[in-house]
T-cell receptor, first 116, second 114 residues
């Protein structure tokens, strides 16, 4: 069974550019969430989507946006990149957005973004 | 606001030594507690979780954790570590009950010397 898959695995951008990161959840999982992991820190919650609707947003600027598609895959977009956006971006999926099972997240390997 | 703190940022042990990593949380709702592990070059994976019941929970690879409600703690333990346990360990709690949004601690880097 395929786990959570993310693409691209690595990418380098320059300041001011934008980036799109993609995520496919585990088959049957309808909730997708995004986390940012800066080197030396724990993952920080960015967004959660369930059934194509945003269910939560962390403390990130409006330059960050996301969406979920009918097949439950998701995209994270970041505009006007800053040096501080350099991080590992993790996607996680869970069966739903409510109930104790919602908190059991399965993570992908991440997309490592370097902003120069 | 909910928060998680991990007291040990970098731990170095020799093989066969015992391990205990501290985790304290502040959370007023239904308590779900998690430990995740990130091995070098691998993705974040669930080590163990507590939802309810027996406060001593067992996870994969011989790890266990004890939920002590009065101390708001969920410390991770292993009686005898192996070199392959070298990894980064994260404690996590939900941002709010059963929503799939987690708050992670800063992480503890464990280095096991052979």
């Amino acid at each position: 069974d395929a786990g959570v898959t993310q693409s691209p695995t690595h990418l380098i951008k320059t300041r001011g550019q934008h980036v799109t990161l993609r995520c496919s959840p585990i088959s049957g999982h309808k909730s997708v969430s995004w986390y940012q992991q800066v080197l030396g820190q724990g993952p920080q919650f960015i967004f959660q989507y369930y059934e194509k609707e945003e269910r939560g947003r962390g403390n990130f600027p409006d330059r960050f946006s996301a969406r979920q598609f009918p097949n439950y895959s998701s995209e994270l977009n970041v505009n006007a990149l800053l040096l501080g956006d350099s991080a590992l971006y993790l996607c996680a999926s869970s069966p739903g957005a409510t109930g104790s099972g919602a908190n059991v997240l399965t993570f992908g390997a991440g997309s490592r973004l370097t902003v120069l | 606001a909910q928060s998680v703190s991990q007291h040990n940022h970098h731990v170095i042990l020799s093989e066969a030594a015992s391990l205990e990593l501290g985790c304290n949380y502040s959370y007023g709702g239904t308590v779900n507690l998690f430990w995740y592990v990130q091995y070098p070059g691998q993705h974040l994976q669930l080590l163990l979780k507590y939802f309810s019941g027996d406060p001593l929970v067992k996870g994969i690879k011989g790890f266990e954790a004890e939920f002590i409600k009065s101390k708001f703690s969920f410390n991770l333990r292993k009686p005898s570590v192996q070199w392959s346990d070298t990894a980064e360990y994260f404690c996590a709690v939900p941002l709010s009950s059963n929503t799939g949004k987690l708050i992670f601690g800063q992480g503890t880097t464990l280095q096991v010397k052979p």
